[in-house]
């Protein structure tokens, strides 16, 4: 399969890795909406948060803590966007699952925001009950 993220996981493409272990690896966007754009991925192609188990998922969460901790006390970056797009209509361009780290700063032009729809305002109780059953 043709996938950029596992040419860089596997070294075959150039990428400027901050951190690999068994499970994820941590490098910086090529294209990046800010200085110190990160992306986090499985080392296996999962395609989007459908496919990644549980245990990488949390790993990629605790490595972006670990991340945006060392931006705000040590590079003094003030705020972080952390985010992630699965599926096309969604933004995903790339479809190995990853995680954007997005350090920000005030006034740098970055828009990531949507209009509010009012006409939205309403819930899924079939999603709670759902929930309530079947996590823990
Ligand atoms: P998506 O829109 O799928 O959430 O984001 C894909 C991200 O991958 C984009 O921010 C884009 O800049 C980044 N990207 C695409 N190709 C490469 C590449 O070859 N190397 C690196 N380091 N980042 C890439
Ligand atoms: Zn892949």
Redesign the pocket.
């Known amino acids: 399969m043709d996938c950029?993220f596992c040419d860089?996981v596997s070294h075959k493409?150039p990428?400027w890795i901050i951190y690999q272990d068994n499970d994820i690896t941590a490098?910086?966007?090529?294209?990046p909406a800010s200085k110190g754009h990160l992306?986090i991925v499985p080392n296996i192609h999962n395609s989007d948060i459908y496919d990644v188990p549980d245990t990488t998922l949390q790993k990629i969460a605790s490595l972006s803590k670990k991340i945006a901790l060392f931006y705000k006390e040590h590079l003094d970056i003030p705020a972080l966007n952390i985010l992630q797009?699965n599926g096309q209509a969604a933004?995903?361009?790339?479809f190995h699952y990853?995680m954007?780290l997005i350090p920000r700063i005030p006034w740098d032009n970055i828009t990531l925001w949507w209009t509010p729809d009012e006409s939205h305002r309403d819930s899924y109780d079939e999603l709670r009950d759902y929930i309530q059953k079947n996590f823990s």
């Open positions: 950029i860089i493409s990428a490098f910086f966007d090529y294209f992306l797009n933004g995903q361009v790339v990853h954007h």
